[in-house]
């Protein structure tokens, strides 16, 4: 394929890739943001597929076997785990406005210059192979494309080319906005679609080699059978080299939080916490899908090129091409590009933005002569230095490429990166989990990590190239054989990879945590230490709770971020603060220790937070704060959101208790109304027997020559009368008693025949007048109840004197039954009189129903008998109810429980 | 006490039979024709067909309440000049003053002396 065609489409690809990011921010600034979805936010944390898993992964599958697999399982298992963990690491950097990784490690232990400059230095040594193994895959992918062999010993190589090309190109994309916290969401897009080609692209790929080139799946496996070190390659390793997985998927466990592009897409360009839910879910997903062919173009690469000598590295792209398929081929290529550039624009961006705000900003900041010189060109200072930055580490990568990486596979260098980044995380998960971490233990840790790293890692890198003596592999550095790089102090048995991170992390942790323990932090420290652990407590009032006490005077700090942030943004920023904290604004006067946090923070998004610290602390008076009052000043913070939230809730129960209290009160008045109206029922029941034998009595005192049977007629009226209310007074005194539950019962077991059979005796005399036909039936061998005898007699009197007066005149028939139901004793008592009415069947229970209801004859009684009856057999737990057929009569009913052992009997 | 011919016609309405007693006893001791109503309805019935002079009347009654009846007596042309006097237990202010309002001549509370009562009807109708 001509060489010009492949850099042309190259640079189309990236001039594409420009044009969406362009259009994305664009969108953006629209206010229809792309990026804030969590799709997207999935997809650009597959920026983690680079390279190295495009091409990389096929010829480990090809060499090693399934051990390509354990840089996803880490992944994988990580990613549940981000909730707890990145999800924390996410809110702290949103909150303190933190930028890179080694703005997050100094920040946390006191805003520590040297100490951001170590993890600087890490990163970039550390990813510098890693961006150079990139270099290289584009490279070689265009040789194998084009047939043109890199001149090797030319200086401007293609690859360097292609190196300054992303480089201006990163320079144009990543530069363009000062702020790092500022998110690219331009960038993000286009990793997004990025990550969407590269997926598509291999798996159309693997389809291709699997169902166009062989038949499928089976056919594949079938064929590989027959090659000679097949079962190896697709069984797991057993000859005792488990701790290899252990250590990759540790490895990658740690790599997917911790390098740099990682936490540039996850961490810093993350929109919104949430879209943590679906990634946690989406990227393993994404991860799962990019392996599945990559064993069958391995297998498949192995049995066509079983006598060339081609880079297994390059079996995605060769397989096509050896078939003809240029358009496939070509593809393909980009589909690598894609995964090539992504990760050098991330990792470039971030690099630049740490070493810019952790080794040459605290230069710049804190030497007085520069600062007081170029203090108005700081802006174009600091924008220059990242585009320096950024070439910079372009150029150092291609010269690894040219010099180391050239020997090395691209796992085995991606491999040596992935251990330095773990030399961060003791630092970051004690940091944001274990309150007394110090700087001193981070540091202890950290250097002393990075330079076993480098001892047991790089160091017989540049052996392997020549840059030293081979001796030092062999006998070990001046012949001291314990401080052989791969067994050092004697440890054998271990791959290299294995060896080198198990002394790092051994010493880094076992370091971090030991002089942590034998170290004091400082109030700054304790502060930030606070804020990372407990950050779901303090994000919310962080710029309420202010740990700093000193003078500084506005004007001052004005001119700060006017210098680092431009006239134009300082006076925006300072209007969003005084929209936030209402209040008199003295222009000249002293700043308010919010302010001064505020500008911190502002400062922090541009420059970082150790040169924010040192460019603040340059025009504050500060004084030292003790520790006790860091703690003191972070609870009372605590404690008034505390309170707040106590007086919600106060106020809630207060308002609730309001209810409730004019709930109480309607029914209390509602119940005061129904004993006005109770009371109005009483007397007025009471005054007419009253007025009847008042006026009785009358009469016959004053006529004394009444004839004797008026007079028998008179007296025989007042006796009833009298008789009358005092029924009257003994049922509503009854009634009163039920009603306030002073009632007692007297409880004994009875059988329910007698009460009845007592109840009849007492009326018989009114039901032979009346010439009514009584029936009563009752079941023989019913069970026991509990009941109170005479109050039992006292509802069934009631009920039978009912059946008599509203029984059929003529022809009147009372049928008393008895009998055992469901567990109850039931009892009926069934009239054939003119019935009730539906509507009135439950009211008839209600006190002085008659008297409300006059329409109803009212021969005798109080109106109470009913009300008394219910409020008695529901004391006795159990229920009374009527059903009628009007003109036919009514039956009513009670039922009350068995005595169940009784029953049994 | 009064001539003979010109014996008054009293209506008692009450559905209280206990209180009907004494009323009806009273009133024909002392020469009036009594005639008694158990209830509203019936009282009506009663006004219209004998045109009593004087009615004494519940007010506390099933179907047609007293102050209804008297109201009724009221605006009837026939019954003009005849009195009405309200024997109730209803014995609130603003239930007598509903009596008066409805145009009562008399309103006595239960209980109630039969004495007292029949001196009343006796100014009634002679004054």
């Not at chain 1, 240029?326 to 740490?354: E, H």
């Not at chain 1, 067994?487 to 002394?503: C, P, R, V």
């Not at chain 1, 029984?807 to 039931?826: M, T």
Request: aromatic letters at 10%.
């Amino acid at each position: 394929m001509n060489y010009w065609v492949v850099i042309g489409v190259s640079f189309c690809y990236l001039a594409l890739l420009f044009g969406l990011a362009w259009w994305a921010e664009r969108r953006s600034a629209a206010g229809r943001s792309l990026v804030s979805n969590p799709y997207i936010y999935a997809l650009s944390m597959a920026v983690y597929c680079t390279a190295w898993t495009y091409y990389g992964s096929v010829g480990r599958a090809a060499t090693s076997g399934m051990e390509y697999l354990a840089i996803y399982i880490g992944p994988t298992l990580m990613a549940p785990l981000w909730w707890v963990v990145l999800r924390k690491i996410i809110r702290i950097c949103k909150v303190q406005r933190i930028t890179t990784i080694a703005d997050f490690i100094s920040s946390r232990y006191g805003k520590h210059v040297t100490l951001g400059s170590i993890v600087t230095i890490i990163c970039v040594l550390g990813i510098i192979p890693y961006i150079s193994i990139q270099l290289k895959a584009i490279a070689s992918s265009l040789t194998i494309l084009t047939g043109k062999v890199s001149e090797t010993e030319v200086f401007p190589d293609t690859s360097f080319f292609i190196a300054i090309g992303l480089g201006l190109f990163t320079i144009v994309y990543g530069t363009r906005h000062l702020e790092a916290t500022e998110r690219h969401e331009g960038m993000v897009t286009a990793i997004a679609f990025e990550s969407v080609l590269k997926l598509v692209v291999f798996i159309v790929a693997g389809l291709f080699v699997t169902y166009g080139v062989f038949n499928g799946f089976g056919d594949i496996m079938q064929q590989a059978a027959q090659l000679p070190d097949f079962e190896e390659l697709i069984t797991v390793n057993n000859d005792g080299n488990y701790s290899q997985w252990f250590w990759m998927v540790v490895l990658s466990m740690l790599a997917i939080l911790f390098l740099p592009r990682q936490f540039q897409v996850a961490v810093v360009e993350n929109v919104n916490e949430l879209h943590l839910n679906k990634a946690m879910w989406l990227f393993p997903l994404y991860l799962f899908a990019i392996n599945i062919f990559v064993l069958p173009i391995a297998l498949g690469g192995n049995l066509l090129f079983a006598d060339a000598t081609i880079d297994a590295d390059l079996y995605v792209l060769a397989i096509p091409l050896s078939e003809g398929q240029s358009i496939l081929s070509l593809l393909i290529y980009l589909g690598g590009f894609s995964a090539a550039t992504s990760m050098v624009i991330v990792s470039v961006i971030a690099l630049s933005v740490m070493m810019s705000n952790n080794l040459i900003m605290p230069v710049l900041v804190s030497v007085p002569a520069i600062k007081n010189r170029y203090s108005n060109k700081l802006t174009l200072i600091l924008v220059n230095s990242r585009r320096f930055c950024i070439l910079l580490v372009l150029v150092l990568a291609y010269l690894y490429y040219k010099y180391v990486a050239e020997y090395y596979s691209l796992v085995e260098v991606g491999l040596v990166s992935f251990a330095a980044v773990a030399q961060f995380a003791p630092a970051i998960i004690g940091g944001i989990f274990w309150k007394e971490g110090t700087r001193y233990g981070a540091l202890a840790g950290t250097i002393v990590g990075a330079i076993l790293w480098f001892y047991t890692l790089v160091v017989p890198s540049m052996v392997g190239v020549g840059m030293l003596p081979e001796t030092i592999l062999n006998d070990g550095p001046f012949g001291i054989t314990l401080l052989k790089p791969f067994e050092l102090f004697g440890l054998q048995g271990m791959d290299y990879i294995s060896h080198a991170m198990f002394w790092s992390m051994f010493l880094n942790v076992g370091l971090y945590i030991g002089v942590s323990l034998l170290t004091r932090q400082t109030s700054q420290e304790r502060n930030q230490a606070e804020v990372f652990v407990d950050i779901f407590k303090y994000s919310t009032i962080f710029e309420s709770s202010i740990v700093w006490k000193g003078t500084a005077y506005i004007p001052d700090i004005k001119s700060l971020l006017v210098n680092f942030l431009g006239k134009r943004r300082a006076e925006t920023a300072m209007k969003a603060y005084h929209r936030k904290y209402p209040g008199p604004i003295d222009e000249t006067g002293k700043a308010d220790p919010k302010l001064v946090t505020y500008a911190e923070k502002l400062l922090a998004g541009v420059i970082g937070t150790s040169s924010a610290r040192i460019m603040v602390s340059s025009v504050v008076k500060e004084e030292e704060i003790s520790i006790d009052e860091v703690l003191n000043i972070l609870k009372e913070s605590q404690q008034l959101i505390s309170i707040n939230n106590e007086l919600r809730r106060k106020s809630m129960e207060l308002r609730k208790a309001t209810e409730q209290l004019r709930t109480a009160n309607e029914r209390l008045k509602h119940t005061d109304e129904l004993k006005d109206e109770f009371l109005s029922t009483v007397t007025h029941e009471l005054r007419t027997p009253l007025t009847s034998i008042r006026a009785l009595s009358e009469i016959l005192y004053d006529n004394p020559g009444m004839e004797r049977e008026d007079q028998e007629h008179f007296l025989h009226t007042i006796v009833k009368e009298a008789e009358r209310l005092t029924r009257l007074i003994t049922q509503v005194l009854d009634l009163e008693r039920f009603d306030s539950g002073k009632q007692r019962l007297h409880l004994q077991p009875l059988q329910i025949k007698d009460v009845i059979s007592e109840s009849v005796d007492a009326l018989k005399q009114l039901v032979q007048e009346k010439n009514i036909d009584l029936v009563v039936d009752v079941q023989q061998n019913l069970p026991d109840v509990l009941g109170d005898r005479d109050r039992l007699i006292q509802v069934m009197v009631n009920l039978i004197s009912n059946a008599i007066k509203f029984c059929n005149p003529e022809q009147g028939r009372i049928i008393v039954s008895g009998y055992f139901i469901d567990g109850d004793v039931k009892v009926n008592v069934a009239d054939n009189g003119k019935g009730i009415a539906p509507d009135m069947q439950k009211q008839i229970f209600d006190k002085f129903y008659q008297a409300h209801n006059q329409n109803l004859l009212k021969p005798e009684g109080s109106g109470l008998g009913l009300a008394i009856s219910k409020r008695i057999i529901e004391t006795h737990q159990g229920r009374i109810w009527v059903e009628s057929e009007p003109g036919k009569g009514s039956r009513f009913s009670f039922v009350l429980p068995a005595k169940v052992a009784a029953a049994a009997t | 006490m009064k001539k003979q011919n010109e014996k008054l016609k009293v209506l008692v309405v009450d559905d209280a039979p206990s209180i009907l007693l004494p009323l009806e006893f009273m009133m024909r001791k002392n020469g009036y024709d009594v005639f008694v109503a158990r209830n509203g309805t019936e009282a009506i019935e009663s006004v219209n067909k004998e045109l009593p002079q004087v009615v004494i009347l519940d007010i506390m009654m099933p179907d047609v309440d007293g102050y209804e009846v008297c109201q009724y007596i009221r605006s009837k042309k026939e019954m003009e000049g005849a009195k009405v006097i309200f024997l109730t237990a209803k014995s609130k202010d603003v239930d007598i003053q509903k009596g008066y309002e409805v145009g009562a001549d008399l309103y006595v509370t239960k209980p109630f002396s039969p004495r007292y009562l029949l001196e009343k009807i006796q100014e009634l109708t002679e004054g």
